[in-house]
Structure formats: C-alpha cells, structure tokens
C-alpha cells in the first residue's frame, strides 16, 4: 500500500511538472510572438529616424559647401520648407560659378531671404544712417550716379554719409540712387558691364564735415569698419566726393580694410560701367566712437578697430602694463592735448610744471590736419594719461592702451551733454578709465568778456536754448580756460591712482 501511494504521488509530480512545462513553452512562444512585433516597429522607427537624419546631415554638407561666408561661417539653418527650394538655388549658383562665397554672413533672415532672391535692402530705420546692400547683377553708372539692381522691385535714393537729417553736412553729399532693370521711371537702356569684379563693393562719401578728427572716425571711419571689416579685405571701395588728402591721411587705415586700390568715382569716365555681385551703399553707425558688437556683422567691436589701429600705424601698447622702453622702469606719461584758437589751456606752463612735480612724465602735443598721424598715433599710444578741453582733439584716445586714463576739462556753460555724449560713453568699450574736471566761471575766459550780470555768465540754459550755433558762438569758440592748479591736481592724484602699479612704480 506504500509502495502503490508513493508511486501515485511520483505520477502526479510528473504530470504536474509536464504541465508546467508545456505551459511556460506556450507562454515563450506567446512572448516570442508579442517580442517580434514589438522589435519589428522599433527597428522601423529607428530606420525613419536614421533616414530623417541622413538627409538632414546631407542637406547640411551641401549648404556648407556652397553657401559658405568669407569669414567662414555659416548663414543661418534653413527652415524646413525653405530646404528644397534653397537645394535648387545652390545647385543653379553651383553651375553659374556664383561668386557668393565672398558674402559674408547675413544678418539677419530678412537678408537671408534677400540674398537667394537678389533683391535689394534699404534700411531709414538709423538714427544716423541710411544703407542699401544690393545682391545680384549689379551695375554701377557714374555719369548719373545711379546703381542699377537686375531684381529690384522699387527705385532708392541715398546720401551715403553717416549723417543723417543733417542739412548742413548732406548738402555737400552726392545722392545715389538705386533703380531696378526695367523700370518704368528708367527710359534709358540698361548700360552693359565695361569693367567686372568678383568682389563686394562699398560706396560712402568722404565730404560732410570730414577734415575734423572726431567726425572722420565717428561718421566714416569707424562706420567704414562696420560695414567692410566682415570681407577681409576683399572688398573694392568707391568713394565719391573726393579729397585726396583726406584719402591720403588715412590711407594705412583704408589699405587695413581693403586689398584693392581705391576707386575715385570722380576720376570714372563716362562710358565705365562697373559691375559687382555685391554693392553697399552707405555706412552703417551704431554710436559715437563706438560699435554695437550686437548689430554688427560678425560680432566685432571697438576693440577690434583698436586692433587694426595699432596694425596700421605700429602701435607698440595693447595696454599700460606693457612700457615702450622695453625693460626698463619709466614714469606715467601724461599727455596734453593742447589747442590754440579756442578753449585753450590759459596757463599750460603751470599745468607742466605741476604735472612733473607728481612724478609725471609729461609731454604737451597739439593735432590739426598737417598732423603725421602715424607720429602722433604712437605718441598717445606711449601715453598713460591722456587729458584735454572737450574737442575734437580727444578723439586721440582711440590710440590710447587699455587701462589708460582721460580726463577731460568740460568748460564752462553747460555742455555737459555734450562732453558725455561724445567723449564719456565711448570709453567703457574702449577699456579705458575716465575723470572729468569741469571749469568754474572763474576758471573760464568768459568772465573777461562779459559783465557779471550777463546772461552768457548767469544763465547759460538761456543761451543754449538760442540754438546749436548761439551755443557753439559762445561756449566753444569763445573761451579758452585756466584750471584751478589745486583742484587740478587732485584730479592728477586720482589718475595715478587708477593705473596699474607698474605704472607708477617709479614715483
């Protein structure tokens, strides 16, 4: 009875693991099935993705091969449903040999758009400025002063000259215009090209108020940068209304910018026509003295323009720790830019006198139009504090190191709004440090001229309200100063603080 109950129970184990086994092989083969599914849908996905992101890298591979800027970078990533129009496009500019690797980066995709269709942008959005950057088949006619746009859809007008709604300053500039092929306000015959080039071309003027320092950086020197510095040098400039020694003056910094002779439009004969896939005409301003590293091209600032200065004219200080007596401890130069017809310094010896007497090494300097600008470029350039009468003359500090100091005397009456515009905004960008000495009226020529109870002496505001010329007549042309000694060297005291010790060392 034992045997046949043990044997039962063995029977039964075995038929129970039978089952189970026969159950969990139903359950691999169902499991089998659902897994074969599953890994069939993401090996499917998987293939869609792996396809969407060859044809991406693809596409990606054939734009920077043919849209490439000059500086090397790319414009901005196609849109989705831009991607096989613009395929199209770069296929037609490959087999044309389009000359648009010269380009350089766009802007913005308001000019990316423009750039595929060849039209035209005109921007009086500036304060200071108005520009066009045509692209296509362009056609430069002198004798009328009109650039023909082989896709433009409505005709231009422009003064390039970064002065903008300035009547006195435009009224010496040439106008321009831009008008499209085929145009019905156009009766003459689109002229055919005399003379082709491969390379960008920028038009501006070099009249208005150009032969003052101040306004040939702030209105076409350093807006020139702006709108050419993304070329590297591959660009032709044409210049219309001409002074050739004001090309001249500048010719280090104009040969830093362009690898190409400069092109007098003037000097153009009647039947040339030049032709370019590329013209700017205008230049674009951001500030005084300054740049808007957001709004130009390619990122740069003022400090780049620094950079290029000290290229052009072989400048030996990128800041006040480096001396210009290479190994060797030196006194703080200081530099005064001196001025001899107006708001000149009445008592300039004094000043010296007192300067040396703080340990300074000092140097008085003046700059007009006969002025060596390469000579005078390294003399502030050797300098570590640079000071003078609100002017023109102060827009020497472009040449200055970084860490270097200016002070500048403000005279009396007011022109403190002029002083920050001009002179004080700039310096933090130019990485330079700023003191300001402000003249009192007995400080000032004025009190010479006009009795007590003047209105030029007791209610500047009320001058100044006469307009710009009133203004000018009497607080810039009129006086010249005499810095209180005390007060002045105070302000000394506290440029020598400002610099690097091994500025000072030597005091």
Not at 38 to 44: D, E, F, L, P, V
Not at 200 to 207: D, E, K
Not at 290 to 306: E, L, R, W
Not at 307 to 322: F, I, N, P, Q
């Amino acid at each position: 009875m034992t045997n046949l109950i043990s044997g039962m129970k063995q029977r039964a184990k075995e038929g129970v693991e039978e089952f189970d086994k026969e159950k969990m092989e139903s359950r691999g083969v169902k499991s089998w099935r659902n897994f074969t599914r599953q890994a069939t849908k993401r090996i499917c996905n998987f293939l869609v993705i792996l396809f969407l992101m060859l044809s991406i890298y693809i596409l990606s591979n054939i734009k920077a091969h043919y849209c490439q800027a000059a500086n090397g970078k790319l414009r901005a990533p196609l849109k989705l449903e831009q991607a096989s129009a613009e395929v199209k496009q770069l296929t037609e500019e490959s087999r044309s040999n389009s000359t648009d690797d010269l380009y350089a980066e766009d802007e913005d995709a308001e000019e990316d758009s423009a750039f595929y269709s060849h039209k035209p942008i005109c921007r009086e959005s500036n304060k200071r400025s108005d520009t066009c950057d045509a692209r296509g088949d362009l056609r430069v006619q002198v004798s009328s002063n009109t650039i023909f746009v082989s896709s433009a859809q409505q005709e231009w007008k422009i003064k390039p000259y970064a002065r903008k709604g300035d009547v006195g300053a435009l009224s010496h500039v040439s106008e321009w215009s831009l008008k499209p092929f085929g145009s019905s306000t156009n009766n003459q015959q689109i002229p055919n090209c005399t003379v082709k080039q491969t390379v960008p071309a920028v038009i501006f003027s070099v009249n208005g108020y150009t032969g003052n320092i101040f306004h040939d950086f702030t209105d076409v020197l350093i807006p020139l940068f702006i709108s050419s510095h993304q070329f590297h040098g591959q660009v032709q400039f044409l210049v219309t209304d001409v002074k050739q020694w004001w090309l001249n003056k500048y010719k280090l910094i104009l040969k830093h910018l362009s690898s190409y002779e400069i092109i007098n439009l003037q000097s153009d004969g009647r039947e040339i026509i030049r032709c370019f896939p590329r013209v700017i005409i205008g230049l674009q301003f951001h500030k005084e003295l300054g740049i808007d590293s957001a709004k130009s091209p390619t990122g740069y600032s003022i400090v780049d323009f620094k950079v290029l200065l000290r290229k052009a004219y072989g400048l030996e200080r990128a800041d006040t720790m480096s001396s210009v007596f290479q190994g060797s401890v030196r006194k703080p130069r200081l530099l005064i830019i001196s001025r001899k017809r107006s708001r000149s310094f009445v008592n300039e010896k004094g000043i010296v006198e007192m300067a040396m007497s703080l340990g300074f090494d000092v140097r008085v300097a003046e700059s007009d139009l006969s002025t060596d600008l390469s000579k005078f470029g390294r003399l502030v350039n050797s300098a570590d504090v640079l000071v003078g009468v609100h002017g023109a003359g102060l827009t020497n500090m472009l040449f200055l190191p970084a860490g270097a100091v200016v002070i500048q005397v403000v005279p009396f009456g007011g022109p403190e709004w002029l002083a920050r515009e001009t002179f004080r905004k700039p310096i933090n960008d130019l990485e330079l440090k700023y003191l300001e000495y402000r003249i009192e009226l007995e400080e000032s020529s004025l009190i010479d001229q006009y009795p007590r109870d003047h209105p030029v002496l007791k209610d500047p505001d009320s001058v100044t309200k006469l307009g710009w010329n009133a203004f000018r007549e009497v607080y810039l042309d009129k006086q010249n100063v005499r810095p209180h000694l005390g007060r002045l060297k105070e302000t000394f005291l506290q440029a020598l603080k400002l610099l690097p010790k091994s500025s000072t060392s030597a005091i």
